[in-house]
């Protein structure tokens, strides 16, 4: 039994019947509000059927920081074991959700980015002249960064300075690179 969470923010009727069959869960979507909303009704779900195994399928472009970060507590909570694949890639916040995962899993030709956090919108040229403003900009953006960096160092084996070269390169890492720098558990052909 696997559970399927459908893309859309409401599960249908149809999607509810595979939810509680299949016990999957695809983020394949970019990360925001209806993607967290339907990873908590899901989560919910799942524990009504007392929190089985899940897999999670992931790949995405990222998203937001927030909401990454909601869904990554959220999986984090949910008592049953979580393994986690990613398929295609896995970028910006999507790999630091994963990490939420007890197994952590990617497939061969997969790839990861992890880079720094950046503004989802340009702000306005009166905030950036603003010096005030533009420190609280600044101070917000680290105050994320720091809690990425919290999760992606406990789980992998990197030190703070390779992630933080790692996250300037703003490139993507093979299955290999990932496996090696402690981001994944496996390779799956």
Known sequence: MEVIAMESSELSNE???LLEKYKIIYILEPIGESTVRRIQESIIRLK???SPLVTIYISSIGGDVVYGLQIYDLLREYAGEKTGIIIGAAASMAPVIFQACDKRILMRHAQVLIHHV?????PSIDALKDQDEYKRMIASLEDKQGRINKILLSRSRITPDDLDALCKKD???SAEEALNLGFIDKIKD
């Open 171 to 173: 490139e993507y890492i």
């Open 15 to 17: 999607g509810l019947v």
């Open 118 to 122: 950046s503004l989802s919108i340009c």
């Open 48 to 50: 009504a059927l007392g």
